[in-house]
């Protein structure tokens, strides 16, 4: 079975701090996505990558940065995290839109 | 990417058959038709995806009309644990930077009585 994992499910921080939200996959796909979900917005891409060292920004890329070093790994980073990032942000991986999630980071920005 | 309309909610009785619509009435000839899941607290499931003819799987089967403006989800015998929200995305499936860009709609929220 495909695994995509994430660093956290649940995560707490202050304003302005540095996040790094972290995604590893297991099955050698070459697209990752990095998702938010919030209520009644449903789920907004904010970037992906299709190879190693590329990435493209989705829908909402604004204050959000991404970093593709390895293939399996796909990171979001927050440069200085606000209140409006408070959010679930979903990690999947896949091949054309066969996409496989993973469980979900609950950040909470204080 | 063509839009979808899918009803906001939908009830089915558990072992009965979960059939569950969705409108694409601007999708174009090279747009496949997907469908996901997510259950409460997980991170969305893939269902099942076409382009024109009928597809069964294991976990449900996909009717897209003649005309693909419409189709249907169908689970054959829900189950409780079916409860979840439903997306219908339509996408196409081309090489490049284009790759995976699903838009999530608001989806139908199914919930399955025993």
């Known amino acids: 079975d495909v695994k995509v994992t994430q660093s956290s499910r649940y995560l707490v921080k202050r304003t302005g701090e540095k996040v790094f939200l972290e995604c590893v996959q297991d099955?050698?796909?070459?697209?990752m996505f990095w998702y938010r979900q919030d209520p009644g917005l449903g789920l907004r891409l904010i970037y992906f990558?299709?190879?190693?060292?590329?990435?493209e920004k989705g829908d909402i890329p604004e204050g959000y940065s991404v970093s593709r070093e390895k293939k399996e790994r796909f990171s979001l980073i927050l440069e200085s995290a606000s209140t409006y990032q408070t959010s679930m942000y979903l990690c999947?991986?896949?091949?054309?839109?066969?996409?496989?999630f993973g469980p979900g980071t609950r950040l909470t920005v204080l | 990417d063509a839009k979808t309309t899918q009803p906001p909610s939908m009830d089915c009785a558990e072992g009965r058959a979960a059939n569950l619509p969705c409108n694409h009435s601007?999708?174009?000839?090279?747009?496949?038709v997907y469908w996901y899941r997510q259950i409460h607290s997980q991170g969305p499931q893939y269902i099942i995806h076409?382009?024109?003819n009928n597809e069964t799987n294991e976990m449900a089967s996909l009717i897209i009309t003649e005309d693909r403006k419409s189709s249907t989800l169908i689970l054959p015998h829900a189950t409780l644990r079916d409860t979840a929200v439903y997306y219908c995305?339509?996408?196409?499936?081309?090489?490049?930077?284009?790759?995976?860009?699903?838009?999530f709609g608001q989806g139908t929220i199914l919930t399955v009585h025993p």
């Open positions: 099955m050698d796909h070459e697209n």
């Open positions: 601007t999708i174009s000839g090279n747009e496949y």
């Open positions: 990558s299709y190879d190693v060292k590329m990435k």
């Open positions: 076409g382009l024109k």
């Open positions: 995305i339509v996408s196409t499936s081309a090489g490049g930077t284009s790759y995976g860009k699903l838009t």
């Open positions: 999947a991986s896949g091949v054309y839109n066969e996409q496989f």
